[in-house]
């Protein structure tokens, strides 16, 4: 998703409310790194080391501003415990929660098919002159 795109969905602004589409939606919930860390905060509440822990890959700026942008999109909450150090921990929000059941779905069938997948690639590349990647 584009920036102006980002800026349009989830902006909270009254008359940009309908500027998020469903294919700027699904480019949110369904990004490289949304998926996981959805998946981790409906368990319950999770802090931002158990995060980067639990999502594999995953660089600490880019936990960083994917929390942001699933925080303003509704999709999370950010809750600051008032001690030293604070305490940092995101939870699923209601909307988040309802997509649990689809993400973890989701994530699934890809792990059932990964082989399948890594296979028709290796076939199609080596049918079309591609190389392996």
Not at 2 to 11: I, K, L, T, V
Not at 29 to 50: D, H, M, N, Q
Request: some cysteine; aromatic content about 4%.
């Amino acid at each position: 998703m584009g920036e102006a795109e980002a800026d349009r969905c989830g902006s909270g602004a009254a008359e940009q409310a309908g500027a998020c589409t469903v294919r700027e939606a699904l480019d949110r919930v369904g990004g490289k790194w949304a998926i996981g860390i959805l998946i981790a905060a409906s368990a319950g509440p999770v802090r931002f080391t158990e995060l980067e822990r639990r999502v594999e890959g995953i660089s600490r700026r880019m936990l960083t501003l994917t929390l942001r942008n699933l925080e303003r999109d509704g999709l999370l909450h950010r809750h600051v415990h008032q001690c030293v150090p604070p305490k940092v921990e995101y939870t699923a929000t209601p909307m988040a929660r309802e997509l649990y059941d689809s993400l973890v779905a989701l994530t699934s069938w890809a792990e059932r098919h990964r082989e399948a997948i890594s296979a028709a690639r290796a076939e199609y590349d080596s049918r079309h002159g591609h190389p392996s990647a």
